[in-house]
Protein backbone atom coordinates (compact mmCIF):
# COMPACT_ATOMS: atom_id res chain seq x y z
CA UNK A 1 0.00 0.00 0.00
CA UNK A 2 1.61 3.01 -1.15
CA UNK A 3 1.18 6.55 0.76
CA UNK A 4 -1.54 7.68 -1.32
CA UNK A 5 -4.05 4.71 -1.14
CA UNK A 6 -2.90 4.52 2.24
CA UNK A 7 -4.88 8.15 2.84
CA UNK A 8 -7.34 6.97 0.59
CA UNK A 9 -8.04 3.76 2.66
CA UNK A 10 -8.05 5.86 6.48
CA UNK A 11 -9.48 8.75 5.11
CA UNK A 12 -11.32 9.33 8.43
CA UNK A 13 -11.59 8.56 12.19
CA UNK A 14 -14.62 6.39 11.16
CA UNK A 15 -12.80 4.20 8.43
CA UNK A 16 -9.95 3.27 10.96
CA UNK A 17 -11.97 2.60 13.18
CA UNK A 18 -14.27 -0.02 11.32
CA UNK A 19 -10.67 -1.43 10.26
CA UNK A 20 -9.62 -2.00 14.07
CA UNK A 21 -13.20 -3.36 14.69
CA UNK A 22 -12.87 -5.83 11.67
CA UNK A 23 -9.20 -6.83 13.06
CA UNK A 24 -10.36 -7.60 16.70
CA UNK A 25 -13.65 -9.23 16.06
CA UNK A 26 -13.04 -11.03 12.67
CA UNK A 27 -16.25 -13.23 13.45
CA UNK A 28 -18.47 -10.52 14.58
CA UNK A 29 -18.59 -8.52 17.65
CA UNK A 30 -19.19 -10.98 21.09
CA UNK A 31 -20.49 -9.63 24.25
CA UNK A 32 -18.03 -10.93 26.80
CA UNK A 33 -19.67 -10.56 29.73
CA UNK A 34 -23.03 -12.61 28.54
CA UNK A 35 -21.59 -14.01 25.06
CA UNK A 36 -24.80 -12.47 23.11
CA UNK A 37 -23.96 -11.25 19.44
CA UNK A 38 -26.56 -8.53 19.38
CA UNK A 39 -25.08 -5.19 19.70
CA UNK A 40 -25.25 -1.50 19.06
CA UNK A 41 -21.70 0.81 17.96
CA UNK A 42 -21.79 3.89 19.75
CA UNK A 43 -19.44 5.82 17.67
CA UNK A 44 -19.43 8.94 19.74
CA UNK A 45 -17.43 6.91 22.74
CA UNK A 46 -15.80 3.99 20.28
CA UNK A 47 -17.60 1.29 22.49
CA UNK A 48 -19.96 -1.49 21.58
CA UNK A 49 -23.50 -1.86 24.02
CA UNK A 50 -24.77 -5.19 24.02
CA UNK A 51 -28.09 -5.07 23.80
CA UNK A 52 -29.02 -7.65 26.00
CA UNK A 53 -27.23 -7.07 28.70
CA UNK A 54 -26.35 -3.63 27.96
CA UNK A 55 -22.46 -4.48 29.00
CA UNK A 56 -20.10 -1.79 27.09
CA UNK A 57 -17.55 -2.30 25.76
CA UNK A 58 -14.46 0.26 24.42
CA UNK A 59 -12.91 -1.00 20.80
CA UNK A 60 -9.68 0.73 21.73
CA UNK A 61 -9.89 -1.08 25.72
CA UNK A 62 -6.38 -3.49 25.84
CA UNK A 63 -4.87 -2.66 22.54
CA UNK A 64 -1.88 -0.72 21.97
CA UNK A 65 -4.45 2.58 21.34
CA UNK A 66 -5.29 1.94 25.31
CA UNK A 67 -6.44 5.04 26.58
CA UNK A 68 -4.73 7.31 24.59
CA UNK A 69 -5.93 10.78 23.36
CA UNK A 70 -4.39 10.32 20.02
CA UNK A 71 -6.99 9.51 17.48
CA UNK A 72 -6.50 6.39 15.69
CA UNK A 73 -6.15 8.12 12.22
CA UNK A 74 -2.80 9.73 13.92
CA UNK A 75 -2.05 6.44 15.33
CA UNK A 76 -2.76 4.03 12.01
CA UNK A 77 -0.09 7.03 10.59
CA UNK A 78 2.42 6.20 13.06
CA UNK A 79 1.64 2.28 12.05
CA UNK A 80 1.86 2.95 8.36
CA UNK A 81 5.28 4.76 8.52
CA UNK A 82 7.35 3.22 10.86
CA UNK A 83 6.42 -0.31 9.14
CA UNK A 84 7.15 1.14 5.50
CA UNK A 85 10.25 3.04 6.32
CA UNK A 86 12.43 0.09 5.71
CA UNK A 87 15.24 2.44 7.27
CA UNK A 88 13.05 2.68 10.61
CA UNK A 89 12.21 6.04 11.54
CA UNK A 90 12.72 8.60 14.36
CA UNK A 91 10.55 10.00 16.74
CA UNK A 92 11.77 13.61 15.55
CA UNK A 93 10.57 12.71 12.03
CA UNK A 94 7.28 10.66 13.22
CA UNK A 95 6.37 14.28 14.93
CA UNK A 96 7.20 16.03 11.97
CA UNK A 97 4.99 13.81 9.72
CA UNK A 98 2.03 13.87 12.39
CA UNK A 99 2.54 17.40 12.71
CA UNK A 100 2.77 17.19 16.40
CA UNK A 101 4.91 19.75 17.90
CA UNK A 102 6.12 18.04 20.81
CA UNK A 103 8.31 15.19 19.73
CA UNK A 104 7.81 13.39 23.25
CA UNK A 105 4.39 12.50 22.43
CA UNK A 106 5.81 10.69 19.29
CA UNK A 107 8.47 9.56 21.19
CA UNK A 108 5.68 8.10 23.78
CA UNK A 109 4.04 6.56 20.68
CA UNK A 110 7.13 5.00 18.80
CA UNK A 111 8.63 3.24 22.43
CA UNK A 112 4.55 1.55 22.39
CA UNK A 113 4.74 0.47 19.40
CA UNK A 114 8.44 -0.91 20.33
CA UNK A 115 6.36 -2.68 23.34
CA UNK A 116 4.23 -4.16 20.95
CA UNK A 117 6.69 -5.23 18.51
CA UNK A 118 8.57 -7.26 21.40
CA UNK A 119 5.47 -8.61 22.78
CA UNK A 120 4.68 -10.97 19.83
CA UNK A 121 8.51 -11.12 19.47
CA UNK A 122 8.36 -12.97 22.68
CA UNK A 123 5.70 -15.44 21.50
CA UNK A 124 8.39 -17.45 19.06
CA UNK A 125 11.28 -19.06 20.34
CA UNK A 126 14.12 -20.13 17.29
CA UNK A 127 13.97 -23.61 16.19
CA UNK A 128 16.01 -25.78 14.34
CA UNK A 129 19.62 -24.52 13.07
CA UNK A 130 20.73 -22.03 15.01
CA UNK A 131 24.07 -19.59 15.08
CA UNK A 132 24.63 -18.04 18.27
CA UNK A 133 27.17 -15.20 19.45
CA UNK A 134 27.49 -12.02 21.21
CA UNK A 135 28.22 -8.06 19.75
CA UNK A 136 28.77 -5.16 21.27
CA UNK A 137 26.32 -2.42 20.52
CA UNK A 138 26.39 1.45 21.67
CA UNK A 139 23.87 2.47 24.09
CA UNK A 140 24.17 6.41 25.30
CA UNK A 141 27.36 6.57 24.55
CA UNK A 142 28.50 2.93 26.37
CA UNK A 143 29.23 0.05 25.02
CA UNK A 144 26.50 -2.73 25.50
CA UNK A 145 26.59 -6.62 25.22
CA UNK A 146 23.76 -8.23 23.28
CA UNK A 147 23.41 -12.15 22.32
CA UNK A 148 22.37 -12.16 18.78
CA UNK A 149 20.66 -15.72 17.81
CA UNK A 150 19.67 -16.63 13.93
CA UNK A 151 17.56 -19.62 13.07
CA UNK A 152 18.53 -21.01 9.74
CA UNK A 153 16.05 -22.62 6.94
CA UNK A 154 17.26 -26.31 6.55
CA UNK A 155 16.99 -26.96 3.12
CA UNK A 156 18.91 -23.18 1.99
CA UNK A 157 21.17 -22.27 4.60
CA UNK A 158 19.78 -18.59 4.39
CA UNK A 159 18.61 -16.77 7.83
CA UNK A 160 15.00 -17.40 8.99
CA UNK A 161 14.33 -15.60 12.32
CA UNK A 162 16.63 -13.29 14.67
CA UNK A 163 16.30 -12.69 18.21
CA UNK A 164 18.17 -10.14 20.14
CA UNK A 165 18.93 -10.23 23.97
CA UNK A 166 20.82 -7.33 25.77
CA UNK A 167 23.00 -8.80 28.50
CA UNK A 168 24.52 -7.42 31.51
CA UNK A 169 27.89 -9.23 31.33
CA UNK A 170 29.55 -12.18 29.45
CA UNK A 171 29.48 -14.74 32.36
CA UNK A 172 28.37 -18.35 31.19
CA UNK A 173 25.11 -17.88 33.28
CA UNK A 174 23.77 -14.84 31.74
CA UNK A 175 24.50 -16.23 27.87
CA UNK A 176 22.89 -19.34 29.32
CA UNK A 177 19.79 -17.89 30.87
CA UNK A 178 19.49 -15.38 27.43
CA UNK A 179 20.00 -18.41 25.19
CA UNK A 180 17.04 -20.15 26.77
CA UNK A 181 14.77 -17.04 26.50
CA UNK A 182 15.28 -16.80 22.84
CA UNK A 183 15.53 -20.34 21.72
CA UNK A 184 14.03 -23.74 21.76
CA UNK A 185 15.62 -26.92 23.65
CA UNK A 186 14.99 -28.94 20.53
CA UNK A 187 17.83 -26.70 18.65
CA UNK A 188 21.20 -27.44 17.84
CA UNK A 189 23.15 -24.20 18.64
CA UNK A 190 26.62 -23.50 16.91
CA UNK A 191 28.85 -20.87 18.52
CA UNK A 192 32.27 -19.29 18.65
CA UNK A 193 34.58 -21.92 21.23
CA UNK A 194 33.97 -19.10 23.74
CA UNK A 195 34.25 -20.80 26.85
CA UNK A 196 31.44 -18.92 28.08
CA UNK A 197 29.24 -21.31 25.85
CA UNK A 198 30.78 -24.60 27.36
CA UNK A 199 27.71 -25.78 28.93
CA UNK A 200 25.40 -24.98 26.09
CA UNK A 201 24.99 -28.68 25.30
CA UNK A 202 22.98 -29.15 28.68
CA UNK A 203 20.25 -26.50 27.64
CA UNK A 204 19.65 -27.46 23.77
CA UNK A 205 19.91 -30.81 21.31
CA UNK A 206 23.29 -30.18 20.62
CA UNK A 207 26.30 -27.71 21.10
CA UNK A 208 28.00 -27.15 18.51
CA UNK A 209 31.40 -25.04 18.76
CA UNK A 210 33.12 -23.78 16.14
CA UNK A 211 36.70 -23.19 16.89
CA UNK A 212 38.44 -20.28 14.94
CA UNK A 213 42.14 -19.91 14.15
CA UNK A 214 41.64 -16.26 13.99
CA UNK A 215 38.81 -13.77 15.04
CA UNK A 216 38.28 -12.81 11.01
CA UNK A 217 37.45 -16.36 10.80
CA UNK A 218 33.78 -15.46 13.03
CA UNK A 219 32.15 -14.58 9.91
CA UNK A 220 33.02 -17.78 7.85
CA UNK A 221 32.19 -19.89 10.65
CA UNK A 222 28.78 -18.28 12.03
CA UNK A 223 28.11 -16.22 9.02
CA UNK A 224 24.91 -14.92 9.19
CA UNK A 225 24.81 -13.98 12.68
CA UNK A 226 27.46 -11.44 11.69
CA UNK A 227 25.45 -10.43 8.58
CA UNK A 228 22.19 -9.51 11.29
CA UNK A 229 24.24 -7.69 13.65
CA UNK A 230 26.45 -5.75 11.11
CA UNK A 231 22.32 -4.75 9.78
CA UNK A 232 20.98 -4.27 13.06
CA UNK A 233 23.24 -1.96 13.34
CA UNK A 234 23.13 0.17 10.46
CA UNK A 235 19.47 0.35 11.23
CA UNK A 236 20.09 1.59 14.27
CA UNK A 237 22.51 4.06 14.09
CA UNK A 238 21.34 5.33 10.63
CA UNK A 239 17.94 6.74 12.42
CA UNK A 240 18.62 6.81 15.95
CA UNK A 241 20.74 8.33 16.89
CA UNK A 242 22.26 8.39 21.10
CA UNK A 243 20.02 5.49 21.36
CA UNK A 244 19.19 5.02 25.11
CA UNK A 245 16.91 2.24 25.21
CA UNK A 246 18.89 -0.60 22.61
CA UNK A 247 16.66 -3.62 23.62
CA UNK A 248 13.56 -2.10 21.95
CA UNK A 249 15.13 -0.71 18.77
CA UNK A 250 16.59 -4.52 19.04
CA UNK A 251 13.34 -5.55 18.71
CA UNK A 252 12.19 -3.37 16.20
CA UNK A 253 14.77 -4.53 13.82
CA UNK A 254 13.88 -8.32 14.22
CA UNK A 255 10.24 -7.47 14.28
CA UNK A 256 10.70 -6.62 11.10
CA UNK A 257 13.41 -8.68 9.52
CA UNK A 258 10.95 -11.95 11.04
CA UNK A 259 8.22 -10.55 9.05
CA UNK A 260 9.66 -9.29 5.95
CA UNK A 261 7.58 -11.10 3.70
CA UNK A 262 4.43 -9.99 5.41
CA UNK A 263 2.36 -7.43 5.40
CA UNK A 264 3.88 -5.41 8.07
CA UNK A 265 1.26 -3.34 8.50
CA UNK A 266 -1.39 -5.36 8.93
CA UNK A 267 1.20 -7.33 11.37
CA UNK A 268 1.01 -4.57 13.28
CA UNK A 269 -2.17 -3.58 13.48
CA UNK A 270 -2.34 -7.44 14.80
CA UNK A 271 0.55 -6.65 17.38
CA UNK A 272 -2.03 -3.91 18.49
CA UNK A 273 -4.71 -5.67 19.40
CA UNK A 274 -2.08 -8.06 21.38
CA UNK A 275 -0.68 -5.66 23.27
CA UNK A 276 -1.77 -5.39 27.04
CA UNK A 277 -1.18 -1.74 28.41
CA UNK A 278 0.56 -3.34 31.46
CA UNK A 279 3.30 -4.48 29.71
CA UNK A 280 6.63 -2.72 30.09
CA UNK A 281 10.11 -2.82 27.98
CA UNK A 282 12.58 -4.27 30.36
ZN1 LIG B 1 -24.00 -8.83 27.10
Known sequence: ???????????????CESYLIQWRWPDGYVCEACGSKE?????????FECSYCHHQRSITADTLFHASHTSLQEWFLALYL???SKKGISALELAHHLGMKDSRRAARMKKRIQEAMTMRNE????QGFVELDEA???????NTNVLVAVSLEE????PKYVRFQVVENMKAATLESAAVRLIDPSSDIATDAHPSHNNLGEHFNEHIPCKQEKPSDAALYLPWVHVLISNAKRFINGTHHAVNHLQGYLEEFSWRFNRRFCNLFN???????????AYRLQ
Not at 1 to 15: C, G, I, P, T
Not at 267 to 277: E, G, L
Open 1 to 15: MNLLEFQDRFADEDS
Open 39 to 47: AWYMSARRS
Open 82 to 84: VTE
Open 123 to 126: HYLL
Open 136 to 142: VFTEAGE
Open 155 to 158: ETGH
Open 267 to 277: RMIVASISYKP
